[in-house]
């Protein structure tokens, strides 16, 4: 074939792979809702070498961080099926349980490829799960003791493994040992053979010979480690001699020791907790909104990969991994929608080609499936185990008596769920058809929770919630991310704010003032008398900033750093005493100011109280229409920034500073000429 006709031949192959790639980004994209910027930068990641695998001489290694339940494993499944590639895909679960493998070559990663159907030079896949869970440094920083799969880092820096010479030198040994042994027994068997020989009509030679072989587990490792073409069944009859002559060879010429898997492409994936310590550790937390656990995840960075991977394994380990880590945001409110639509689609459809009968769903039934499914440091499990237990068995019973109600599917039967907040008789799902109407019970236990609260406790809270959030408001000039008094998670409510990433001297008498705000506000609506315990752990974080703000940050009257101190070699200022008087006066100071601060705002304040007691939330754009306040705009979910508060406006102070020409300003300006 001329060069032109292999020029042509390779573009046509590049472009039909190209557009491969293409369509099977899409298919995944359809398949698994909410991770489409990921699905894009994985298939980036393998695009050379799914297109020009003759230029690959070393494992493609791509790291897959998540929390439960993202699609990780999902994702890299279906990408293998729809590469052509699943009958070259192992998938090793790094905790030391894979399966498919024997107990013998389960610690081997070496022996599992050689197990499986991925042939040595070529293109396979090979997953690496749960990688969290092998660790190689203790919680206290020193070298854990690890047996299994030790070969794994071989494998990821070039993709070539040494033979196990230690299996061989085993095997050897186990057959030496077996000759010496038969050896010994046939001694003994003729010394016998004078006294029963007659008597039996057989020697002791000839009825305990055995013959020499090797195990089905040798023979397997035999094969893998000197790369043979024989069976395992001819392997199983070679007699010694044979076996060591073949030793020999190998140990003689060591050209073709190493098995090559350069051309592996390795996904390593795992949840990774030290990196999302802030929400892995909240799995009860079902009221966080979603948006607000994926603006907290969608910051994490390569930096925050490799911190945490510092906590389990050694920087040569971690440099083998290379740099492709790619990470995983727990899901939005919008991704959980879609879940639900398509979830619950799907059981409409197969209740009707099993029944004939067409349903369709109220919005109040997505709304409550959300309501008591989602929890959005967990992901998708609990949301499906939710949806089954609410749609299963209602859809089968609703069916049933549609059919006695004479549906045929030419007319639809209309669900709604009635959370029965109001009404009595619990939650229940109500069906629907003509003039018909029947309702099913269902379980929806977070409703439940979120219900348990009395009139006079909501009351409390809501007056209690108000106070912070509109404080904060106020002082911040944005509302809180959330504010709830309906919480299943614990009884009580809660303000979320934006984290900061640095605080002024009046950023923090302002975050003093919004911890009181909920003490101030009690006294406004119940009186001094009425003021409750509510308010501990607001006092706590009060105090604890107002101190910080004199003794650690010389935001007070004094300079130097106050605490205490057991060590004499610490140069610290211990004389805490003096400034106790000077936080208390903080503290009194910012609650009177929150006060008054709620009361020249009682109309606003009002109108959240009312929202939290009819909805148990006030959403943030409500609370800005309520005050008029032009808050800070929101960034974009899909910004690395959603989840920081912008600082104050320092580079327009700095530009304000240099155009009125202070004399630092023109000294330094004279100073850089100088040195230009």
């Not at 209690?464 to 809180?480: I, N």
Request: charged content about 25%.
């Amino acid at each position: 074939m001329s060069h032109p006709d292999i020029s042509r031949d390779l573009h046509s192959t590049l472009a039909e792979r190209t557009r491969h790639l293409q369509a099977i980004a899409h298919s995944l994209k359809a398949e698994l809702f909410g991770i489409d910027e990921i699905i894009d930068r994985v298939i980036d990641s393998l695009r050379a070498w799914y297109v020009l695998p003759q230029l690959i001489n070393r494992p493609v290694v791509i790291c897959l961080w998540g929390l439960t339940g993202t699609g990780k494993t999902q994702l890299v499944r279906r990408l293998a099926q729809h590469l052509g590639f699943y009958d070259r895909f192992i998938e090793v679960q790094m905790d030391g349980f894979s399966h498919g493998s024997g107990h013998r070559s389960a610690g081997s990663i070496s022996a599992m490829l050689a197990e499986s159907g991925i042939a040595e030079g070529a293109p396979g896949i090979l997953v690496l799960d749960e990688f969290q869970r092998f660790r190689t440094v203790d919680a206290s920083g020193k070298e854990a003791r690890v047996e299994r799969y030790q070969d794994v880092w071989a494998l990821l820096s070039d993709g070539r493994l040494p033979p196990s010479l230690s299996v061989l030198g085993e095997i050897e040994s186990s057959l030496a040992w077996a000759e010496y042994d038969q050896d010994r027994r046939a001694d003994d068997d003729d010394e016998e053979d004078d006294e029963d020989g007659a008597k039996t009509g057989q020697t002791g030679k000839a009825k305990r010979k055995r013959r020499l072989q090797l195990s089905p587990w040798e023979a397997q490792e035999f094969k893998r480690c000197l790369k043979l073409r024989e069976s395992l069944l001819e392997i199983m009859t070679w007699k010694p001699d044979e076996i060591q002559a073949r030793l020999r060879a190998f140990r003689a010429s060591q050209d073709n020791w190493e098995t090559d898997y350069s051309k592996l492409l390795v996904f390593v994936s795992g949840n990774l907790d030290e990196m999302y310590a802030e929400t892995a550790k909240r799995v009860e937390d079902c009221d966080t909104d979603a948006d607000i656990f994926h603006a907290l995840t969608k910051k994490l960075s390569l930096i925050d990969v490799k911190k945490a991977l510092a906590e389990r394994f050694k920087p040569e380990q971690i440099a083998r991994l290379g740099n492709n880590h790619v990470i995983y945001p727990s899901f939005s409110r919008a991704t959980y929608v879609r879940l639900i639509l398509s979830i619950c689609d799907r059981y409409v459809s197969e209740i009707q080609e099993s029944s004939g009968v067409r349903f369709v769903l109220d919005a109040s039934v997505y709304e409550q499936i959300y309501a008591n499914a989602v929890f959005p440091a967990q992901g998708t499990r609990p949301l499906f185990s939710s949806i089954h237990a609410i749609l299963s068995a209602t859809l089968v019973n609703a069916a049933l008596w549609a059919l006695e109600q004479g549906a045929t599917g030419s007319e639809p039967v209309w669900l709604m769920l009635d959370p029965g907040e109001v009404t009595p008789g619990g939650p229940r799902l109500v069906a629907r058809f003509r003039l018909a109407r029947r309702e099913f019970p269902v379980a929806l236990e977070l409703n439940r929770l979120k219900q348990r609260a009395n009139a006079d406790f909501r009351a409390l809270l809501a007056v209690h919630e108000a106070g912070h959030g509109l404080v904060y408001a106020l002082l911040f000039g944005r509302a809180p991310q959330e504010i709830r008094i309906n919480v299943a998670s614990f009884e009580g409510g809660y303000n979320s704010y934006v984290k900061r990433k640095a605080w002024s001297k009046r950023n923090l008498l302002d975050s003093v003032c919004v911890s009181l705000a909920g003490r101030a506000a009690e006294r406004l609506v119940f009186g001094e008398s009425g003021c409750t315990t509510g308010a501990e752990r607001d006092l706590m974080q009060a105090t604890a900033t107002a101190a910080r703000h004199v003794r650690h940050l010389g935001f007070g009257t004094r300079w130097s750093r106050t605490d205490v101190t057991t060590d004499s070699n610490d140069n610290l200022n211990t004389d805490v005493a003096a400034t106790n008087r000077e936080i208390e006066a903080i503290l009194a100071r910012e609650h009177t100011r929150a006060l008054g601060l709620l009361e020249a705002h009682a109309g606003a304040f009002m109108a959240v109280v009312d929202a939290l007691m009819a909805h148990g939330s006030i959403a943030p754009e409500e609370l800005a229409e309520l005050l008029g306040l032009p808050l800070a705009p929101v960034t974009p979910t899909g910004s690395a920034e959603a989840a920081v508060e912008p600082l104050d406006a320092y580079a327009d102070q700095l530009k304000a500073f240099k155009a009125r020409g202070t004399p630092a300003a023109v000294g330094a300006g004279r100073l850089l000429r100088a040195l230009a």
